[in-house]
C-alpha cells in the first residue's frame, strides 16, 4: 500500500475533496448538519463522539 494524496479546501459552508486524480467529492456542512456528493448521505453530529447517518437509497 503506497502513500495517498487528499486535499480539502473550505470556503464557507462548502468543502471540496481532491484526490491526485482532482475533485473527487463535495460537502455542504451548515452547523451540525451535513450533506456528501459522493455518498448522498446526509449526516447529522450528535453530542460526544456519535453522529446519524441517512443513506439516500434507504430514504
Do not use: C
Not at 37 to 56: F, I, T
Amino acid at each position: 500500500m503506497g502513500l495517498m494524496f487528499r486535499k480539502r479546501k473550505k470556503y464557507g459552508p462548502l468543502i471540496l475533496n481532491f484526490t491526485e486524480n482532482g475533485l473527487s467529492s463535495w460537502t455542504i456542512k451548515i452547523g451540525r448538519w451535513s450533506w456528501n456528493s459522493k455518498a448522498k448521505a446526509h449526516r447529522v453530529d450528535l453530542p460526544g463522539p456519535l453522529s446519524w447517518k441517512q443513506d439516500k437509497s434507504r430514504a
